[in-house]
């Protein structure tokens, strides 16, 4: 059964009000994006295996913890997931970064899919997706769909700001993967974008609008 995790963190709910804000220009949108996405991971990693290791400070031999499971794998959906990499990348230097390119048809909804490129080793990797926007979650279902295709198992999906109803629509498809938003917005509009949301994610990173 999926968990859905609400990151409330107040320098989070901070940053995350200047990035909504429409006055905030693309340079501005893009650290805040990052840093936003380097404090979630903090969060999202939370459960990653440990085990005790023998280490020698100038002082004396001591027992510590490190990470000891499996490997990180960075996963955005193209275009606006692309802007959180960099953040999880200051936590997590060593994962490995795979790409999915997805757009939203703008007159049905529907994600169409035009590139996948993973590390050939996704199976054996903790997978962390990355993407701004979770609206109707179709572009996160399809991405996860062809995640699980190419033998993916451990799967977390990242956003900024979610949908309700994107949110049931993942957890429904996809049961087995946790969910981490730093909020969970009332509604779509006519047009499929989030109220309040933040605009579109990818025209504002690029600034392609
Ligand atoms: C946005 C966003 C998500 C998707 C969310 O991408 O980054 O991928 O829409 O909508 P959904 O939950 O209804 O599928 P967009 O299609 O605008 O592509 P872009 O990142 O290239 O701008
Ligand atoms: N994609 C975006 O970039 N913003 C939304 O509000 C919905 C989908």
Redesign the pocket.
């Known amino acids: 059964m999926s968990k859905v995790t609400q990151i409330d963190h107040p320098l989070v709910l901070h940053k995350l009000a200047l990035i909504r804000d429409k006055n905030t220009g693309s340079k501005d949108f893009r650290e805040l994006v990052e840093e936003v996405a380097m404090l979630m991971a903090y969060e999202v990693t939370r459960n990653l295996q440990i085990e005790d290791v023998e280490i020698e400070t100038p002082i004396a031999k001591t027992t510590c913890k490190m990470l000891s499971g499996k490997k990180v794998a960075i996963i955005p959906?193209?275009?606006?997931?692309l802007g959180m990499v960099g953040g999880i990348l200051k936590l997590i230097p060593a994962a490995k970064v795979g790409h999915i390119g997805?757009?939203?048809d703008e007159s049905t909804?529907k994600?169409v899919e035009y590139f996948c490129k993973l590390p050939q080793d996704i199976g054996e990797r903790e997978v962390i997706v990355t993407?701004?926007?979770?609206?109707?979650?179709?572009?996160?279902i399809d991405a996860i769909t062809m995640l699980k295709r190419k033998g993916a198992k451990n799967i977390r999906l990242m956003c900024l700001i979610t949908a309700r109803e994107?949110v049931e629509a993942v957890i429904k498809a996809h049961p087995d993967v946790d969910v981490y938003t730093a909020a969970i917005d009332e509604k779509l509009n006519e047009n499929?974008y989030i109220v309040p949301g933040l605009g579109?994610?990818?025209?504002r990173l690029y600034g392609t609008k």
């Open positions: 959906i193209l275009r606006a997931g997805l757009y939203r909804l994600p993407d701004p926007m979770l609206a109707t979650g179709g572009s996160a994107g499929g579109d994610a990818g025209d």
